[in-house]
């Protein structure tokens, strides 16, 4: 099992940025797919984005081109970069992954969960 830790979570103005960091605990980490989702209050979980082992990314239609998912394989570190944050931005995101190639896109693809970090972002 691997521990996830997400940090860089916080409020901010519609407009502004924040970068979200997850730290994993895992000595092949450049063999998982990794995932950012998010939960708003009374929705249910969502993908936001992932990225493959091998660097292949796919973002929710209503992040595209504002947020970014990338990877550090030699710090054990996905990353999700949100600009243009938006209201709708807000909830709880969540970092997962699973020891797999390929894309998953669904949560229960996912083996892996952190205990995730807030983000609100006011108007």
């Known amino acids: 099992q691997v521990q996830l830790v997400e940090s860089g979570g916080g409020l901010v103005q519609a407009g502004g940025s924040l970068r979200l960091s997850c730290a994993a605990s895992?000595?092949?980490?450049?063999?998982?797919?990794m995932g950012w989702f998010r939960q708003a209050p009374g929705k249910k979980r969502e993908l936001v984005a992932q990225i493959s082992s091998g660097g292949t990314t796919t973002y929710a239609d209503s992040v595209k081109g504002r947020f970014t998912i990338s990877r550090d394989n030699a710090k054990n570190t996905v990353y999700l970069q949100m600009n243009s944050l938006k209201p709708e931005d807000t909830a709880v995101y969540y970092c997962?992954?699973?020891?797999?190639?390929?894309?998953?896109?669904?949560?229960?693809?996912?083996?892996?969960w952190g205990q995730g970090t807030q983000v609100t972002v006011s108007s």
């Open positions: 997962a992954a699973v020891p797999r190639g390929g894309w998953p896109v669904m949560t229960y693809e996912y083996t892996d």
């Open positions: 895992t000595r092949t980490f450049s063999s998982y797919a």
